[in-house]
């Protein structure tokens, strides 16, 4: 695609990159078949090869609007078109530049201004979050629905396995999840034990930065990934193996910290390093599958458990992850059931479904038809996200797939 960039953005860090992103861009549309809302509201300018004129014609110079805002606001960022792409465009990248210009050009006001504000600064913070949501579960048959339908009900991590394992791991704990669903992150450190893996949250680190850099504040963002970096870096130098994600969704933000971070002198190498240990649990689960069916064959067996299981799009499309989960779930005697569209999004895609409702809604249904069509008996995800979303719309449990995995190796 040929690109004029405006004297304001070309010689920069983000221009270049944009520049070089559009200039793949052939225009061959294929990107608008796996789009969530171009299929959903059939305007050219609600798929990505619209919104990629747009932040072109941003980006050379053109006035925005609010209404190029608001199709650029409609994006889940799933990145299924980045998938399709015969081209390699690096959409999601060039949303986030184009995002921050129109931001910087058409500011936000009124109650959208507000609750924007509201999220970016609550949801990041474990206390002020953790708080609000004990709150909310304390009171939650009295909130009305829709609220309702976010405070999932109180819950514990679990007991841990005792006992000392020789290989050392770190793991993120998150900003929502410790409150929202702990036994995720419990489940994970039983299912690694057993692994003789243990695991180790480092108690300086934080929110991953995700949820400020898509609310359009990447200075918060990388402030939240120097936080982490700091928390993470002596256990890095004193030999951990790896940084463990049980959040999809953090660890696209994780593995991304290297570009992140990459003008700043003090932390561009220690980011890489930091990307280069990321580990999806998946990954570090199905690194051990040997051991892992030595404990499954010692267990009685039990009749295969029907699951549904939904691949979130930080993990499939963000993190490149396909078929991995579903083969740690198969080997551990559960069988999985048809799930159709399975590369589009359930419409949790972060605050998404608190910042447009009504599309993310439509979304939610469309999913949880797909994978409740064969008749499971519950559901498995990848990240809290989808989960919490998912759940608010079935009757059936949705629980994360190493939850899953921790029931079944429970003598």
């Known amino acids: 695609m040929e690109t004029h960039l405006a004297d304001f953005i070309r010689n920069t860090t983000a221009g270049r990159e944009a520049e070089e992103i559009l200039r793949k861009c052939v225009h061959c549309g294929f990107c608008t078949a796996t789009c969530p809302t171009y299929q959903l509201l059939g305007d050219e300018l609600d798929g990505p090869r619209g919104r990629i004129y747009l932040i072109k014609q941003v980006l050379e110079g053109t006035v925005p609007t609010e209404k190029t805002r608001l199709h650029l606001d409609r994006c889940l960022t799933c990145r299924s078109c980045e998938s399709t792409c015969p081209s390699g465009v690096h959409y999601s990248r060039l949303l986030d530049i184009g995002r921050a210009v129109v931001e910087q050009r058409v500011p936000r006001s009124g109650l959208d201004g507000v609750l924007r504000a509201t999220l970016r600064e609550t949801l990041p913070r474990p206390v002020l979050f953790g708080t609000a949501m004990k709150l909310g579960q304390m009171v939650r048959p009295l909130l009305p629905g829709a609220l309702k339908s976010k405070v999932p009900p109180l819950s514990s991590a679990g007991v841990s396995l005792p006992g000392e394992q020789a290989r050392k791991m770190l793991v993120l704990a998150g900003c929502a999840q410790p409150s929202m669903y702990p036994n995720i992150n419990g489940a994970a450190t039983r299912v690694l034990a057993r692994l003789g893996i243990a695991l180790e949250v480092a108690p300086d680190a934080g929110c991953c930065g995700a949820v400020r850099l898509h609310l359009n504040d990447a200075a918060g963002a990388s402030a939240n990934a120097r936080r982490n970096v700091d928390a993470w870096w002596p256990r890095i130098e004193a030999g951990v193996e790896a940084i463990v994600m049980t ?165």
């Open 247 to 411: 959040a999809s969704g953090c660890g696209v933000q994780v593995k991304d910290y290297g570009h992140l971070l990459q003008d700043d002198p003090a932390y561009a190498a220690k980011a890489l390093r930091v990307a280069e240990l990321t580990r999806d649990v998946s990954e570090v689960v199905a690194a051990e599958q040997a051991r892992l069916r030595e404990l499954l064959a010692a267990l009685p067996p039990v009749p295969a458990v029907p699951l549904a299981f939904h691949a979130p799009c930080t993990l499939q499309h963000g993190l490149k992850i396909r078929g991995v989960v579903e083969t740690l779930l198969g080997a551990a005697g559960f069988s999985l059931t048809p799930v159709a569209d399975s590369h589009l999004c359930c419409g949790s895609a972060g605050t998404y479904s608190i910042l447009q409702p009504e599309l993310s809604s439509r979304l939610q249904v469309n999913k949880i038809a797909a994978l409740t069509a064969g008749q499971p008996a519950g559901i498995a995800s990848a990240n809290i996200g989808c989960i919490a979303h998912l759940q608010a719309g079935t009757e059936l449990p949705v629980k994360h797939w190493i939850e899953w995995l921790d029931d079944r190796l429970m003598p």
